[in-house]
């Protein structure tokens, strides 16, 4: 028996998923897209599976979630349909109660937050309910592992009875549309979806041209008659009848009773005090992930664990049975060096997901994403968009894992690919490397950069919300905020390792093997026409520098067209710092500080501050390093997508970089060429890509949420 969970966001689909599988459960991606997938089995009854779909408002064809969760519904069709509503926002969430009966599978509603009416001193006649709706219905508490009759119910639930209460003329044509249909099933919700001309499910279920025309002219016909088009119709008619339906449920409504989590609201959602307790809660986060505790973890495998545990002992063990030299440096620098890279991140990931499981868990994340939302918006990205980025100033690897946290797909793509731009701590040696070197140490570097990659996530977010795949009005903003609570250990907990798993499991390849493969590129090369192993100081005959030679020339117009900076370059993949390493290397220092002040003159002398800066921002801005490329294809669960966002910020780097570097020469040293030309072209493409007006799409917002 399959049984789909469906729900509004923050409905706590979620909550009652782990609640009834318990740990019989698998976490993935629908099938080429971010958007979570979960199925599991019920704890008490192995044969019987639960799926928890995306959380959405509507079943209309406005958001990946909501394609998903209907394409689910009608292509495997489940035996029954758990819908769960906000049982402290029934009004809204019965909206959707309405389309999901509409497909006729047999459905029981789960009316959640039975704690928070009982709080608020609320009671619902649920017998008058059922028989208004003409469901089944079951008052429970997800959270409080209160399911009451849920399950004895969906065993025998039945298909929701037909009240088709619409006005006659609508009815009638939805009848018109039903009885031509050849899908036997869903029939008066494809009749529907055809009346309003929707297209995902005309091209799905191959709708008869004969009948779309004829679709099209009953809907025109009532358009006319109701002065409003079809699905406004529909969609009004609909809350009508909720609004009757809820009127006369509530025992004891006392509206005028404020709980404890009204009461916290009022101060954590003031216009006043909101964004400085979001940045005190934000703060502490940081602090406790990115400075102290994770950082001191992840310092801790790094530097003790790999660097003086296992390093040291796999190479004794190595000298101890005679290991040929190469194959102790593959071993070490390659194998064990790679998996230090992807394990190294692992105590971080897991500090950081387990306060933002708290976060989500007690119910603040809904309000950091309400406070957040309406400035960040503006250019394309959530409100819960924030937290990544700011995780993104210590680590580019958790902040993209934290994207996890954003529900709406478009949303949390956009904020994979942008928040690396972002310095995290690896990039500052980098800083302080051409701060030191090119710009007397000025005080100013430092925080440019900052700038140039807030900068970026602007330009980036306007820049692709006009384009195709982020294209689409903004999803509508209708979050409940659930009602606070002390968040339960072993959700939390949960959280934090589902979480922290998939990053070994699935970043860890892609980090593993480009170890390996940098590994290879700089500790073999051709020394006077032989090939062998190098030792440390001879890079420059390195299969590496080979590579950086031939391709040095595209970074002429940026100023540093050199095999140098294009195999420094290339080694910041495998962690920005080793760039500065790199360098050391090249200039002949194989142990050199952190951020290489013993070479600071040397390299001095093949830059100029501009070409200098543009080095600078090409780096920070280009392709993250491999373990965060490998959380990207993580998040992205896709190829193609992760190539787009790696591709994407090359060009968006080099875009940069070479405007740095042409105007920077234009305006200091008065020095005009054909790149200049170029630079200017790439400058006003950019302006146009700015303030273009993205082309009209079909794409609307159901009416009661605009
Ligand atoms: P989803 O978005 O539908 O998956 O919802 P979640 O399961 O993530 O729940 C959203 C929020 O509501 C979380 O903070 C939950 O802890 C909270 N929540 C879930 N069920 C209940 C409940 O029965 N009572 C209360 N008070 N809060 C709940
Ligand atoms: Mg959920």
Redesign the pocket.
């Not at 729900?7 to 009652?16: A, E, F, I, Y």
């Not at 989500?360 to 119910?363: A, F, L, P, R, V």
């Given at each position: 028996m399959k049984i789909a969970l469906v729900?509004?966001?923050?409905?706590?689909?979620?909550?009652?998923f782990n609640a009834l599988t318990g740990s019989n459960q698998y976490v993935g991606n629908w099938p080429g897209v971010t958007v979570e997938k979960k199925s599991g089995k019920y704890k008490n009854d192995k044969k019987i599976e639960i799926i928890?779909l995306p959380?959405v408002y509507s079943l209309s064809p406005y958001s990946l979630e909501e394609v998903i969760a209907r394409n689910y519904i009608i292509d495997e069709r489940p035996d029954a349909i758990i819908n769960?509503v906000d049982g402290t926002n029934l009004e809204r969430n019965l909206y959707l109660s309405e389309q999901v009966k509409d497909l006729g599978v047999p459905m029981v509603i789960a009316i959640?937050?039975?704690?928070?009416l009982r709080a608020r001193g609320e009671e619902i006649d649920l017998k008058k309910l059922e028989k208004n709706l003409g469901v089944k219905c079951s008052l429970?508490?997800?959270?409080?592992n209160e399911l009451g009759d849920l399950m004895e119910l969906i065993k025998k639930a039945e298909r929701p009875q037909e009240l088709n209460y619409l006005d006659a003329d609508i009815e009638e044509a939805i009848a018109k549309i039903e009885v031509q249909l050849s899908n036997d099933t869903f029939k008066r919700f494809i009749a529907i979806k055809v009346l309003e001309n929707d297209p995902k499910i005309i091209e799905k279920e191959k709708i008869d041209p004969k009948v779309i025309t004829q679709a099209k002219e009953l809907s025109l016909a009532l358009a006319k008659k109701y002065d409003d088009d079809i699905e406004s119709i529909i969609t009004s008619k609909r809350y009508e009848y909720i609004t009757k339906v809820t009127g006369n449920i509530y025992i004891s409504k006392s509206s005028t009773k404020e709980s404890i989590s009204d009461k916290i609201d009022k101060i954590v959602t003031n216009r006043i005090l909101a964004l400085p307790i979001f940045v005190a809660v934000m703060t502490l986060v940081y602090y406790i992930s990115v400075t102290t505790v994770g950082t001191m973890a992840t310092d801790w495998v790094n530097d003790v664990l790999f660097g003086e545990i296992i390093s040291p002992a796999v190479e004794s063990f190595l000298v101890s049975i005679n290991c040929v030299p190469w194959l102790q440096s593959l071993i070490l620098d390659g194998v064990v060096a790679g998996l230090g890279a992807i394990l190294g991140f692992v105590p971080q990931i897991l500090v950081l997901f387990f306060l933002l499981a708290i976060l989500?868990?007690?119910?603040y994340m809904?309000r950091i994403a309400f406070i957040m939302d309406r400035i960040f918006r503006k250019f394309g990205l959530s409100g819960k968009s924030f937290i990544p980025m700011l995780i993104g100033t210590g680590c580019g690897v958790p902040a993209i894992m934290a994207s996890r946290t954003i529900?709406n797909e478009r949303d949390r793509r956009m904020t994979i690919m942008t928040t690396t731009f972002i310095p995290c701590s690896a990039k500052l040696p980098i800083i302080a490397m051409i701060a030191g070197a090119l710009f007397n140490e000025a005080w100013w570097v430092a925080p440019s950069a900052y700038f140039l990659g807030v900068v970026a996530i602007i330009v980036s977010g306007i820049i692709l919300k006009k384009t195709k795949p982020f294209l689409g009005e903004v999803a509508p903003f209708v979050m409940e905020l659930?009602?606070y609570?002390i968040?339960k250990a072993t959700?939390v907990l949960r959280s934090m390792w589902e979480r922290g798993w998939s990053f070994i499991k699935k970043a860890g390849t892609i980090i593993f093997l480009s170890t390996v493969l940098i590994w290879l590129l700089t500790n073999f090369g051709f020394v006077d026409g032989q090939f062998r192993m190098l030792d440390t100081l001879e890079i420059e005959y390195s299969l590496a520098a080979i590579i950086g030679r031939a391709i040095s020339f595209i970074f002429i117009p940026l100023g540093f067209g050199n095999w140098q900076a294009t195999v420094a370059t290339l080694m910041g993949l495998v962690a920005k710092e080793n760039l500065v390493v790199t360098y050391g290397i090249i200039y002949g220092i194989a142990e050199a500080s952190e951020e290489g002040s013993e070479f600071w003159g040397t390299l001095a002398t093949s830059f100029t501050p501009v070409s200098g800066y543009a080095l600078l921002a090409f780096n920070l801005l280009c392709a993250p390093c491999f373990a965060a490329i490998g959380a990207i294809k993580r998040e992205m669960n896709n190829a193609k997508w992760t190539l787009a966002a790696v591709g994407y910020q090359c060009l968006f780097a080099y875009a940069v970089a070479l405007m740095i570097n042409q105007f920077g020469n234009l305006f200091i040293y008065g020095s005009f060429d054909f790149f200049t030309i170029v630079a200017v072209i790439v400058l006003l493409m950019m302006v146009y890509l700015l303030v273009r007006k993205p082309k009209a799409h079909s794409l609307k917002v159901v009416g009661a949420y605009e």
């Open positions: 729900g509004n966001p923050n409905s706590g689909k979620t909550t009652l928890d959380g769960i959640n937050m039975a704690d928070s429970i508490s997800a959270v409080k989500e868990e007690c119910g809904a529900e659930p009602a609570h968040p959700a």
